[in-house]
């Protein structure tokens, strides 16, 4: 659970919980894009989001088992989701990992079908093609967030578009964009160019050391996109608290710190990294935005280990 605020203190959480699932509460409303869940902590989840976003049908993204726990009850209201999660006879053409299309989608074999909305982007790559048109979403003006469908990436095609998500909570302005897998940034991003508070990094312009070099596509992003703080994701390490099970996607980087600091490094003084780590409900004050850095000394023993 998320940590509670003292009384009289504004604040908000927010939780990287692995993978590309990121979850935010607020005082009147909640929600989380690609949750993505297992073991104890799947077993332990509960339907406590109004509303979920879908980037794409892969699995680490669109998990049935997951969404099985959370699209339920009284509170929960709608999973917007891409068109390949529904529509079996467009998902992606590819085998991936054990991502069964046949077995997880369409969604709705998992989610009934009136609690599930598809969307299309509304700010369109012209990277994926030209004069592209999408229908018209329903009205994504919600009573307590707006929500803005962004063109994301991956094995999208000009017909099968994927999705990332502006959602802007009204009660604080405080906005969050998730990618989705997004590989490659696309001019048509100058859209969001200051409105957005957090950008959920995934995928987009990270060089591995000695490797394949994409830098200039992270800060082309953030050049475009200009997001106030920036909070990687979308990889695994082996710390106590990542809770992805070892051997699924996506891979651990050898050294989390390095990683890290190798993207503040490269976007400078454009945007302000924010390290956190999988599974930890970080709590934000508001109106300053700061983080609440939370941490203590662990002993790991009481005498010198050597001594008998
Ligand atoms: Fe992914």
Redesign the pocket.
């Known amino acids: 659970m998320p940590p509670a605020a003292r009384a009289g203190e504004r604040s908000f959480q927010l939780r990287w919980s692995g993978?590309?699932s990121f979850e935010a509460r607020f005082a009147e409303v909640a929600f989380a894009f690609d949750p993505y869940f297992f073991d104890a902590e799947l077993r332990a989840a509960k339907p406590v989001y109004d509303y979920l976003f879908i980037s794409h049908e892969?699995f680490?993204?669109c998990h049935p088992p997951t969404l099985g726990r959370l699209c339920r009850g009284e509170r929960f209201e709608k999973l917007y989701v891409s068109p390949g999660c529904v529509n079996p006879a467009q998902p992606l053409a590819e085998v991936y990992g054990d991502a069964a299309f046949a077995r997880d989608l369409p969604i709705t074999r998992s989610i009934p079908a009136q609690r599930v909305q598809v969307v299309y982007p509304e700010v369109v790559s012209s990277l994926i093609g030209t004069g592209r048109r999408f229908p018209p979403n329903p009205a994504l003006d919600l009573e307590r967030i707006s929500v803005e469908v962004v063109e994301s990436g991956?094995n999208a095609t000009p017909d099968l578009p994927t999705c990332g998500y502006l959602v802007t909570e009204r009660e604080t302005s405080v906005s969050i964009y998730h990618t989705g897998?997004l590989h490659e940034p696309y001019p048509e991003l100058q859209a969001l160019a200051g409105r957005v508070d957090y950008l959920v990094h995934?995928k987009t312009g990270l060089t591995e050391w000695r490797g394949e070099e994409h830098t200039e596509r992270l800060l082309q992003l953030v050049d475009w996109v200009q997001p106030r703080f920036l909070i990687p994701t979308?990889y695994r390490t082996d710390r106590r608290s990542d809770p992805i099970p070892h051997g699924t996607?996506?891979p651990d980087v050898t050294d989390a710190n390095a990683f890290i600091e190798w993207i503040r490094a490269r976007v400078g003084n454009r945007t302000t990294v924010l390290p956190f780590t999988a599974g930890v409900w970080y709590e934000i004050a508001l109106p300053s935005l700061e983080v609440a850095w939370k941490w203590n000394w662990r002993p790991t023993w009481e005498a010198p280990p050597w001594r008998p």
Do not use: L
Request: hydrophobic share 20%; with cysteine; glycine share 10%.
């Open positions: 993978c590309g892969h680490d993204h991956e897998d995934m979308h996607w996506p």
